[in-house]
Each structure stands twice: as C-alpha cells, then as structure tokens.
C-alpha cells in the first residue's frame, strides 16, 4: 500500500502488473496518463473528490440537470449498526462511498445473513481504499454506506470514455450483470466492445477480434451520449457509467482512474491509442 512516495510506489505497481517501467516525464498510453493524473491534477482535487464519492457525486449530477438518471436512494448510514432493515424494501443495493467494488447485492432481504453483512461492511468501512493504489480522489471522502434500489440482473452497463471534455466511445460490457458472471447475450463470462458515436464496433478489444456478435445499441443510446456530454465537460478524461433498466437510463458512477491506471486486460495497441487521445495539461 502506498502511505509515502506515492510516485515511487507507482513505478513499482506498474512494473509489477503490466511489465513496463512507468514514464511519469512522457506518459504515452492510456494506463501511464491515468497514473499521471491521479498523481497531480486529480490529487487533493475538490471536484474530483466530489465526484469520486458514490454518495456526494449525486449532488453533481443534479448539479448538471441529469438528476432523472439518479438511482432511488433508500438511505445512507455511517455505520452498519445503524441500518433499519426492517423498512428496506425487498431487495436493494448497499454501496460504500470511498472506493471500488464495496457493494452488497440483496435479490431478497428474505435471504441474507444481517450480521455477516454488517460485518462485511464494517470491515469495507475501516478500510482506505486510496491506499492500495495510490487513488487519491478516495482519500477525502466522508465514508458512508449509502442503500439504493436494485435494478435486476438484465441491466447492461455502458461505460463512456470521456478525452478532454468529450465522449468518443462506449464500452458494452456484455455478459455480465452487476458484477456476476450471467448466460445473458448467450455467454457465460463477461464480453467487452467498444463503439464509436455511429455504433460502429471497432477492434479494440479481444473479443472484438476474436469473438465479433451483432449487438443492437438501446434506444436510450442518444441520450446517454447527451447526458455524457455534460457529465465529461470539466475532466480531462473520465470515464462515465450508465445502465440502461428496461429503457431508461441511470447513473452508476464517474470513474476517474479506472483499474487503478493498471489495467492489465487491455491490448497494449489500444492502451497507445486511446493514450494519444488524451492531452495532459503539464502545467498542472
């Protein structure tokens, strides 16, 4: 975990993880931008603090007259113990605020364990997540556990890749709902496209070059491209998630780092691409 020296423990995770000695002076691809900006711009950034926080960004999004694609929140609690399951609905989603992959996926309340989930959150809670990896943005926040409602195991996850103020492609996660391996679009793991504005796939990822399908875009895609357009503006690069549930359009979360900067599963072509698609601001 880095606690010191967060540049030098960088160059470390990223020779580590993807086999490359980290240029902080000349970022080039992708993976090496994101690093360069979670370590200056996007470090001690307020907005990006802000938006970063699963709980606080709701006010940014309302902020930029998006707040129809708010998820229905059930409530937000700073400990685990103060949570009244009984006046939960049936099934629903908790979340912490500080970080990636704290959240607790309830079909039915009928069925969960209350004290292994408040143990689990607890344990979610304690931990600083901006640590493992040097993500700053996370390091601010006001932890929280947020409840909000469960949209299903159909929803499919669109993320938009945001350069400069300006959305320019969509990654269709197919596969895959809510984080779990599904035989939804007829596979069982998880399958990953990118489209441009036109939806038009392009080959940037292995399965789009190995494993091409015909994937219709919803009819919501418009407005997710007008709703990124206002999410993206202020950010160099962000990346913005929606869903679409049974036609219409909700919020998942902005994700300013994604894979830490580390990503491993990305083509190194496309890493270079995307990466010049980028222009840093070196004066920051």
Known sequence: MCRVFP???????????????LNLSNPVGLNEKITWLKLNTYKHNP???????????????????CQEILNELYGVWKKAEDICWEDLPTSFVLKCNH?????FLCPDKKLINIDDACIKLNRWMREDYWLIFAEFQYKEIPKRIICEKYLGESIVDYKFYCFNGKPLYVLVCVGRSDGKQSHSF?????????FNRDWEMCLLTKDSLENPIDIEPPKTIEQMWKITEKLCEPFPFVRVDLYDANEKVIFGELTFTPSAGLDTGRLPETDRFLGELLILDKKE
């Open 7 to 21: 540049g030098q423990f960088s160059k470390r995770q990223f020779k580590k993880l993807l086999g490359q000695k």
């Open 47 to 65: 907005l990006i603090t802000k938006c970063s926080d699963k709980y606080a960004v709701r006010e940014y999004i309302t902020e930029c007259g």
């Open 99 to 103: 970080g990636c992959g704290y959240n």
């Open 186 to 194: 007829g596979y069982e793991d998880p399958k990953f496209y990118f």
